[in-house]
C-alpha cells in the first residue's frame, strides 16, 4: 500500500462501538433446563447461536460478567442466563428452570455443615476433642466392616483345588466309559 510523506494516522476518526454492544456466538447450554413457556426440555451440550453482552455495573474482582441470549428450541420464547464466576457456573435470569441441581444442593450443604462444625471447633475446644474422637470411632468401625466384609469374601471364595481335579478326572474316566461302551 502507499502512504503518503503527509499521512497521519492519529487523524483516522475511531470507530465509537457502544459499552452494551451484543455479539453473536455459537455456544453449548452450560446446564439442563426447562422452557417455562412450552415445557421444552433443552439438555446440557446442546447448541445455540445466542447474543452475548457484557453485563453493566455488574464485575467480580475484575472479570466481567456476561449474560447469553438464546431461543428455544420448540416455541422460541428467549432465555436468558449470565456468568456466575464466583461459582464457577452460570445463574439462570429468566425463560427457564434450571434441572438437576441435587448434586450442587448436597454440595451446598455440605459446606455449611462443614463451616459451622470449623466455626463451632474455634470457639470451644472441648468439642474439637468430641469431634475427633467421633471420627476416629467412626473410621475404626469403617475399618472393621471392611474386615468382616474381606473375611466373608474369603471365606466364599476359598477354592479346593484337589476337589476340582478330582472331580475332572472321574469326569474324564465316565468319558472314556462311555466311548468304549
Known amino acids: 500500500k502507499y502512504y503518503p510523506p503527509d499521512f497521519d494516522p492519529a487523524k483516522i476518526p475511531k470507530l465509537k462501538l ?7 456466538v455459537r455456544l453449548m447450554a452450560p446446564f439442563n ?5 412450552c415445557g421444552e426440555y433443552i439438555y446440557k451440550g446442546k447448541k445455540f447461536n445466542a447474543r452475548k453482552e457484557t453485563v453493566q455495573n455488574e464485575v467480580y474482582l475484575g472479570l466481567p460478567i456476561f449474560r ?13 442466563f449470565k456468568t456466575d464466576p464466583e461459582n464457577t457456573d452460570y445463574t439462570m435470569e429468566h ?8 448434586e450442587k444442593l448436597l454440595e451446598e450443604e455440605e459446606k ?19 469431634n475427633r474422637t467421633k471420627d476416629s470411632k467412626l473410621e475404626m468401625e469403617v475399618l472393621e466392616n471392611l474386615q468382616e466384609l474381606k473375611e466373608l469374601n474369603q471365606r466364599q ?3 479346593d483345588f484337589e476337589a476340582m481335579l478330582k472331580q475332572y478326572k472321574e469326569y474324564e474316566e465316565e468319558q472314556k466309559r462311555k466311548e468304549q461302551e
Open 95 to 102: 425463560g427457564a428452570t434450571r434441572n438437576f441441581q441435587a
Open 157 to 159: 471364595a476359598n477354592v
Open 33 to 37: 433446563m426447562r422452557c417455562k413457556t
Open 68 to 80: 447469553f441470549y438464546i431461543k428455544c428450541t420448540r416455541c422460541l420464547a428467549e432465555i436468558t
Open 18 to 24: 457502544p459499552k452494551d454492544r451484543q455479539y453473536v
Open 112 to 130: 455449611r455443615m462443614q463451616k459451622e462444625r470449623e466455626e463451632e471447633e474455634l470457639n470451644n475446644p472441648m468439642k474439637v476433642l468430641e
